[in-house]
């Protein structure tokens, strides 16, 4: 089974902070990706990257950025974060060609205080 | 611009009847759209799929239609059991791979 694992599922982080997020993909797969969850939004996308040290926008990237440096890892930061990024960040990976889409993480649940 | 909706929120079905969630588009340049399943405090799993060329695709109790002239896509699980209790997020895929995801419909099937 594919395992896309992310380092934490609850973090708590102070405003201003600067946040790291986790990702670690087993799978050898190319693509990679960062959503955020929020009630009555769905899933938005953040970044995303087809490569190595490759990155595109997403959606929302404002306050964010990421980091490829290795095929099977994908780090979201928060340059300085607010309480407005307080949200559920799930991670996901998915080879190509993607007819079944993609494999998400467990999610990790951020709180900026 | 919301380019996938989900326009109910929430969804209540009793067991062993039929749940129907609802998924609505605007791009016609989707070529696959997939539904996933996300239970609390765990990531989205994927669930059924249907390419833009079929207009039907069917996996045990999960049915999924695709109304491509109206933009509409279902998702249908009959029976519906408990266990199907969870948040379900329609999703369609286009350039280059990139899935664009609705609101999601929370499912609560009570026994």
């Given at each position: 089974d594919v395992k896309v694992t992310q380092s934490s599922r609850y973090l708590v982080k102070r405003t201003g902070e600067k946040v790291f997020l986790e990702c670690v993909q087993d799978?050898?797969?190319e693509n990679m990706f960062w959503y955020r969850q929020d009630p009555g939004l769905g899933l938005r996308l953040i970044y995303f990257s087809y490569d190595v040290k490759m990155k595109e926008k997403g959606d929302i990237p404002e306050g964010y950025s990421v980091s490829r440096e290795k095929k099977e890892r994908f780090s979201l930061i928060l340059e300085s974060a607010s309480t407005n990024q307080t949200s559920m960040y799930l991670c996901a990976s998915s080879s190509?060609?993607?007819?079944?889409g993609y494999t998400f993480g467990s999610g990790t649940r951020l709180t900026v205080v | 611009d919301q380019q996938v909706k989900q326009n109910s929120p929430s969804l209540s079905v009793q067991e062993g009847r039929i749940s129907i969630l609802n998924c609505d588009y605007t791009?016609?340049?989707?070529?696959y759209f997939l539904w996933y399943k996300k239970y609390p405090a765990e990531g989205p799993t994927f669930l059924i799929s249907i390419s833009s060329i079929k207009d039907k695709n069917e996996d045990g109790r999960f049915t999924v239609f695709l109304n491509k002239s109206a933009k509409h896509l279902s998702l249908h699980i009959v029976?519906?059991?408990?266990?199907?209790s969870a948040v379900y997020f329609c999703a369609a895929r286009w350039e280059g791979g990139k899935l664009i995801f609705g609101q999601g419909t929370e499912l609560s099937v009570k026994p």
């Open positions: 799978m050898d797969h190509q060609p993607q007819v079944y | 791009n016609s340049m989707f070529d029976p519906s059991q408990p266990g199907d």
